[in-house]
């Protein structure tokens, strides 16, 4: 198993440029998120999904869109980049249910400059 | 919507001390508390966790505490070596309206000095 990937490690931007980041997971949870690491501020929820075809806005989602047409897919697009979305990206996955506790697992991380 | 407060933000122990992390939270509905490490250059990664209807647990030198009423949980960890010098982070979370959705805190800087 390679749990949680994201691809690519890091990417340098310039204003006003699009890129999707992209994450996958082989482990078949039903919940995958999205979250911005800014220094001293924690994970910022930016998009969820509890399912394939279902997504929800999380804490911070402007700027941002996302998708989920497979189970294992989960990528993030940034239209018209701005140096505010300089950040250290992270994908998770869960399995959720009513009964359980969602221990997520998260990817390495995507490392984005805008300059 | 929930809100965790954790503290302290930066944490500096000598080898072999205690640490104590805390964290704060306000839905009476959360029920779920897990306990993240992030090393340099990584992904968090699940070290602990506690369920609403369990007052403690331990695992090894690792120990997490709640408190429901007073709707706080606290990480311990014992015999502290410099690997474990790390971003930790608490999260609560809960089921509600279909879905579960944790709430993390902005995390504590342990730094273990050998």
């Known amino acids: 198993n390679a749990g949680v990937t994201q691809t690519p490690k890091f990417r340098i931007l310039k204003i006003g440029q699009s890129m999707t980041l992209q994450c996958t997971q082989d482990?078949?949870?039903?919940?995958m998120y999205w979250y911005r690491q800014d220094p001293g501020m924690g994970l910022k929820l930016i998009y969820y999904?509890?399912?394939?075809?279902?997504?929800d806005k999380g804490e911070v989602p402007n700027g941002y869109n996302v998708s989920r047409s497979t189970t294992e897919d989960f990528p993030l697009r940034l239209e018209l980049a701005a140096p505010s979305q300089t950040s250290v990206y992270f994908c998770?996955?869960?399995?959720?249910?009513?009964?359980?506790?969602?221990?997520?697992?998260f990817g390495a991380g995507t490392r984005l400059s805008v300059l | 919507g929930e809100n965790v407060e954790q503290h302290p933000s930066t944490l500096s122990v000598q080898e072999g001390d205690s640490a104590v992390i805390k964290c704060t939270y306000s839905d009476s509905a959360s029920n779920y508390f897990p306990w993240y490490k992030q090393e340099l250059g990584k992904g968090p990664q699940l070290i602990i966790d506690i369920r609403s209807n369990v007052g403690e647990k331990k695992d090894q030198r690792i120990a997490v505490t709640l408190n429901k009423t007073a709707k706080h949980f606290s990480l311990h960890i014992t015999e502290t070596q410099p690997e474990d010098s790390a971003v930790y982070f608490c999260a609560a979370s809960g089921w509600k309206g279909g879905s579960y959705i944790p709430t993390f805190g902005r995390g504590t800087s342990l730094i273990v000095h050998p």
């Open positions: 482990m078949n949870h039903n919940y």
């Open positions: 998770a996955s869960s399995y959720s249910d009513s009964g359980v506790g969602n221990i997520q697992y």
């Open positions: 999904s509890v399912g394939a075809g279902i997504t």
